[in-house]
């Protein structure tokens, strides 16, 4: 599956999450900006982060984690805690 693909996935399991409106579209906005792969790792971390603080749970899901896990690049699954 490309990144795109598991991107779609994280916001599918985004749809589980018991979000205020307006944090479930803050973190759709960021998972939509990072289905690109022409961001650095600069960018990729702070829209992970964004994702983070607006969707926490998200991060506490095993299987939204692997897929975390399989898209960011290792200096940034350090700086998340992964």
Not at 37 to 64: S, T, Y
Not at 66 to 71: D, F, G, K, S
């Amino acid at each position: 599956m490309n990144r795109q693909g598991r991107i779609y996935e994280l916001e599918n399991l985004l749809d589980d999450e018991e979000l205020d409106p307006a944090d479930e579209l803050a973190a759709r906005e960021q998972l939509h900006a990072l289905a690109s792969e022409d961001l650095d790792d600069e960018e990729q971390a702070r829209r992970w982060m964004r994702v983070k603080r607006h969707a926490p749970g998200l991060f506490e899901r095993l299987g939204a984690q692997r897929i975390i896990e399989t898209v960011a690049a290792a200096a940034i699954r350090q700086q998340l805690g992964l």
